[in-house]
């Protein structure tokens, strides 16, 4: 790969600087960040959104980790508002979404954004952001009190307010972003716990049940953990529970355990095993030759359902190639990487703004079906950054010691 081709170390510190440029206009003066329309200015119709907040917290910190000028300061205005904007301070956790003067628009709390808490108090420790150590404190005894299911060895989904109540649905995404955050929180508070539960989630989501399906996730359950396979069948382009099989989550689970396999002492064949076969049945099922960009979604014999084309799941994509290439030193994982990395310079970076483009159609023309305007970077930056890096550790503290 050329000095500045697409997806070179130095193509890709580029565009980094570039997106985080874009990424800053997201602050709000008086706490925590907006959903930005395309042009980077804040979207009046979007609520404060607790995922948003959470990952732009966790993208200002590893930036500063990695030598950002600023960026501490924008993390650390990140843990305030979790800390205070979007905190329950009557029973504790953080709300999903909030208005402007910190009211909850609803009450319920989830385990994907509190996974996302989780993420960010523990990259905000490792770079030493004031109040980010409280934080992490918290948001661990939240997701391993109220999230964590012993019994199942998973993640519950939903929970009232006062935690009284739990939602009888269970979804792999939010595991999924849980085993992520579980990881960090291993590496930054040296507690094992936390990569034993990650490797439990994925023993039974991936290694039973995406294994069942001929490697293809099962995203929705009942209460039991027996999958929904026409879960929200009637509204397919939803943008956190879609009907079918979502190749980006195949990608991103295809990392992730790259990721735990080498974070763990004992070898566990079967987690490599896994990771390739993910990788392979999504590029299967979504790689053409002729069209830049990978569906959505697609149906439970592989054919494409949702045809837009996220930036989250061509990053993901490419972080899966990169990761397993790392791991097996494989052309075909290098070929796809090269090929990826192309195809989101071409269309997906945003040459104006530097930011990328959330969604296109087809035609690779930007599209609003799912998802409107730039809400955050945590894909992009994941995408630009965790490349450089070994598999294990974590990035936070990896990054850290380098420097």
């Known amino acids: 790969m050329s000095h500045d081709a697409p997806g070179s170390a130095s193509w890709r510190h580029t565009a980094r600087t570039r997106l985080l440029a874009f990424a800053r206009r997201s602050a709000r003066p008086e706490g925590g960040f907006v959903w930005l329309d395309d042009e980077g200015q804040r979207d009046r119709d979007k609520k404060f959104e607790l995922w948003i907040n959470a990952r732009m917290t966790y993208v200002f910190a590893l930036a500063h980790i990695d030598g950002s000028r600023d960026s501490l300061r924008l993390a650390e205005h990140g843990v305030t508002a979790l800390r205070t904007v979007f905190h329950d301070d009557e029973h504790g956790g953080w709300f999903d979404a909030v208005d402007e003067a910190g009211n909850p628009e609803d009450t319920k709390k989830g385990c994907y954004g509190h996974a996302f808490v989780l993420l960010a108090a523990a990259t905000a420790t490792a770079a030493g952001a004031r109040g980010a150590q409280a934080l992490l404190d918290e948001a661990a005894d939240v997701h391993g009190r109220r999230f964590w299911d012993e019994e199942s060895g998973r993640c519950v989904e939903e929970i009232s307010a006062d935690w009284s109540e739990v939602d009888k649905y269970r979804g792999a995404n939010s595991n999924m972003h849980a085993v992520e955050a579980y990881l960090v929180a291993a590496d930054v508070t040296g507690d094992a716990v936390w990569r034993e539960r990650a490797l439990s989630i994925c023993e039974r989501i991936i290694g039973i049940h995406a294994r069942g399906h001929d490697w293809r996730i099962p995203e929705h359950y ?148 799912t998802w409107r305007g730039k809400p955050d970077a945590y894909h992009a930056f994941n995408a630009l950054t965790l490349p450089d890096l070994p598999l294990a550790p974590s990035a936070p503290l990896t990054i850290a010691a380098a420097r």
Do not use: C, K, M
Not at 267 to 273: F, K, Q
Not at 283 to 307: F, H, K, R
Not at 353 to 367: A, D, I, R
């Open 222 to 369: 009942d209460a039991d953990w027996t999958p929904i396979p026409s879960y929200n069948e009637e509204s397919p382009a939803d943008p956190f529970r879609p009907y079918g099989a979502t190749p980006g989550h195949a990608f991103e689970w295809s990392r992730l355990l790259v990721q735990l396999e080498a974070s763990l002492d004992e070898p566990r064949p079967w987690i490599r095993e896994a990771a390739a076969a993910l990788f392979a049945r999504a590029v299967e099922d979504t790689v053409e030759d002729d069209t830049p960009g990978l569906p959505y979604t697609t149906n439970w014999s592989g054919e494409p359902a949702v045809q837009e084309r996220f930036h989250w799941v061509i990053a993901e994509a490419v972080l899966a190639a990169e990761a397993l290439h790392t791991a097996t030193g494989q052309a075909l994982y290098a070929s796809l990487v090269s090929r990826w990395w192309s195809e989101i310079a071409d269309h997906f970076v945003d040459d104006t703004t530097g930011s990328w483009h959330h969604e296109l159609t087809t035609g690779l023309v930007p599209s609003t079906r």
